[in-house]
């Protein structure tokens, strides 16, 4: 057995290990598979999808445009599962309606759409819907900026049930609207509602009709969404808690069934934690950035999943602000920068101890990494394409490069080999498969 298959072949050998002493990977969507892109952050909720090999260099031009339509403004990410893309869009940075649409993902031709007036507005960056809807099965759940949580038809965006999340008592932290994205996970959809009013932090509601399922104590929170793992079998959602729960602490698992403690930790900071927590399954951690200016952390969790988990280490001079991490191939991508007003800086962090294996400085304010087939997609800010290899441990290691739309703030989706990605101006989809 040659060397490369030899270490491959103990990696998998760990991950077994760990899911036998009772971790897995992070639960999917209801109805999805790694052929869809349900959710904000993929099918696991971690960025990362695989079964498709993707091609290595690019043409001149970059890769193939294999459609585009205008969209409206809009930070919220495209979900594409079980034949339909969602997209949610404003009709400009105070237009009066909020719009949601279906679209075919194989031609870009429109099949639905709905709207629901819009009278948010604020003094920057988030004029349009922020959070990322989410798919299961026939039913797509969508948070718009304003506070309204609507559950459609997929295939025919009909509304078969709503929530007005500001009318019924307003949640804290609406410097930008309604923000965090909704995660599904069985026959409920989760949110970080937040409400102080409300005494509540995570609520759960009931796909079928919307009813309230169960909720969490009440904690605070800047607008990042609940992550997803699994302990024993059995889903587990992580929430970043900045005031913590009294008694509990910061960063807490819930079990997804009840909403019940499954295990906490008590981690430094506890300002700005827009960052999704990222549970990496073969590690039995969790990392995040646990403020604004950091530090990112690594929680180890017990080898039982359950009671308390501890910080493996830390690291204060590699934060990630409101980008997401990437846990890929061995390796914890990361961008951001020291403190506010600083250079900012992609990064690359040893998971297990949080070893920094290199680092450089970057102009842009905001990248998203995305891991498939060995290799890493990594959209700027200003609209450029980067393809790199996730298995470069000595140093960012480029392979093509292209620019492909104008400025985006938003999370791509790839599904089966497609990519896809829109501004405040308009929905691509790339072709990205290989030979």
């Known amino acids: 057995m040659r060397l490369r298959e030899l270490g491959w072949f103990f990696i998998v050998l760990g991950m077994a290990l760990f899911a036998a002493r009772g971790f897995g990977a992070a639960a999917d969507s ?44 809009g930070i919220s990410g495209p979900v594409v599962a079980n034949g339909v893309l969602v997209l949610m869009e404003r009709n400009g940075k105070d ?15 429109e099949l639905w759409k709905t709207s629901v007036p ?40 009909k509304v078969l049930w709503e929530k007005d999340i500001v009318r019924d008592k307003e949640p804290d932290w609406r410097d930008h ?10 026959n409920r959809v989760i949110l970080a509602v937040c409400a102080q009013a409300w005494g509540k932090g995570l609520v759960a509601w009931e796909l079928s009709d919307g009813k309230e399922a169960w909720s969490t104590p009440y904690f605070q929170n800047y607008g990042g969404s609940p992550g997803v793992m699994t302990v024993a079998g059995k889903p587990v959602v992580v929430a970043s808690a900045e005031s913590g729960i009294k008694g509990v602490g910061n960063l807490v698992g819930f079990d997804a069934g009840d909403g019940k403690i499954v295990w906490s930790a008590t981690v430094p900071g506890s ?30 969790l017990p080898a039982s999943g359950q009671g ?38 992609v990064y690359c962090l040893d998971p297990k101890t949080g070893t920094t294996l290199w680092d450089q400085n970057t102009r ?37 490069k ?34």
């Open 177 to 186: 609207g309604f923000v965090s994205s909704p995660l599904v996970v069985g």
């Open 271 to 300: 300002g700005c934690n827009v960052p999704t927590p990222l549970f990496a399954a073969d590690l039995g951690m969790v990392f995040l950035d646990v403020d604004g200016d950091g530090p990112t952390v690594g929680v180890k």
């Open 30 to 73: 209801k109805g999805a598979s790694d052929v869809d892109w349900p959710q904000f952050l993929g099918p696991h909720r971690n960025n990362v999808v695989e079964g498709t090999k993707l091609a290595s260099q690019w043409p001149a031009g970059g890769p193939r445009l294999v459609w585009k339509v205008e969209c409206g403004v």
């Open 308 to 345: 308390k988990a501890e910080v493996a280490w830390k690291d204060s001079d590699h934060v990630a602000y409101f980008a997401n991490y990437l846990c890929y191939r061995g390796l914890l991508l990361g961008y951001g920068y020291k403190t506010h007003g600083s250079p900012p800086k």
């Open 364 to 400: 842009e304010e905001q990248r998203c990494f995305l891991g498939s087939d060995g290799k890493v997609i990594d959209l700027h800010e200003n609209g450029d394409l980067v393809l790199s290899d996730a298995n470069a441990r000595g140093g960012y290691h480029e392979l093509t």
């Open 118 to 157: 819009c009278t948010w507005h604020t003094k920057e960056y988030t004029f349009g819907p922020t959070s990322t809807p989410a798919i299961a099965k026939d039913r797509v759940v969508c948070l718009g900026i304003g506070g309204k949580l609507r559950c459609q038809a997929l295939t025919t965006g």
């Open 95 to 109: 237009g009066p309606d909020e719009i949601t649409r279906g679209i075919d993902p194989k031609t870009g031709r």
């Open 402 to 435: 292209a620019k492909v739309i104008d400025k985006t703030w938003s999370c791509p989706a790839l599904c089966q080999g497609k990519l896809f990605i829109r501004s405040d101006t308009r929905l691509i989809c790339l072709e990205l498969a290989g030979k």
